[in-house]
Each structure stands twice: as C-alpha cells, then as structure tokens.
C-alpha cells in the first residue's frame, strides 16, 4: 500500500493534466493514476492481489530548478503474513 503524507509539486494545467512535474502510480493491471500538486497518493494497492506498484516521480529543470525534494511517501509491503514499512523521503 502507497500512501504520501506530504506532496508539494506544481499544480495541473488550464486544463487540469499534470505535466512538468507528477507523482504517478502503475499496478501493471488498472493502468495509472497520475498526481500533481498537493494531492498525493492515499492507501493505494495492487489491484486483484496483485504484488507490484511501479512509482514515477517527473519533474523538469524548470519545475523544480534546485532538486528539492517536494513529497513524503510511505509503503507498507506485506510478505507472508509480515508488514514491512519502507519510506520514500
């Protein structure tokens, strides 16, 4: 399960599509789901059992011109009947 406690990246467009600068989300199965601006991430999990989510973090020079890192995530991975907390800072 993904879920980011801080996201602060530039908002979507005129036309509401994150462009320079997203957060997005695959399960390999449910296609994506793309995030920008202070709407992060919240519980989301693999689909039908499934075990793999695959993160893409976009920016460009122009959207974040320092390298600042602009979202807090954590992961909860279970395996055999274990959780497992990894962060993403």
């Known amino acids: 399960m993904l879920s980011c406690e801080v996201m602060d ?14 957060f997005e989300v695959r399960d390999g199965y449910r296609g994506k789901q793309t995030f920008c601006g202070k709407d992060g991430p919240q ?20 959207a974040n011109p320092k390298g600042v890192q602009k979202f807090s995530c ?3 991975c279970t395996a055999r009947g274990r959780v497992i907390l990894y962060g993403l800072d």
Do not use: H, M, Q, W
């Open 9 to 22: 990246l530039l908002p979507p467009n005129a036309t509401g599509e994150c462009e320079e600068e997203y």
């Open 43 to 62: 519980e989301i999990s693999a689909a039908d059992d499934l075990r793999d989510l695959f993160i893409t973090y976009k920016t460009t020079k122009t």
């Open 74 to 76: 954590t992961v909860t």
